[in-house]
């Protein structure tokens, strides 16, 4: 359980603590973002060459392949959540 801000933010019982289920939910980049996820063109290989600041063919390899199994991570209030 965690603090719920929603419940705590305006309690009028001090002696309260609202407490609610946190889920933290992860989503692969791909899965969210299709458009963006082509690894290894052009465009990223460009992108890996600017953030690493190096030519090297094994970092920017290493920063391609990061960035093809980059995830989102969400965090969800169980009261938020709804049922379909």
Known sequence: M???PDANAHRQDED???GE?????SFARAALF????SCGDGAETASAKKILK???TNQ??????ESCEDRV?????EPYLTHD
């Open 2 to 4: 965690h603090i719920y």
């Open 16 to 18: 309260r603590i609202v």
């Open 21 to 25: 289920t946190l889920y933290t939910v």
């Open 34 to 37: 299709p458009q963006r996820a």
């Open 54 to 56: 190096s030519e090297s």
């Open 60 to 65: 920017e390899d290493r920063v391609i392949k």
């Open 73 to 77: 991570f969400v965090d969800l209030w």
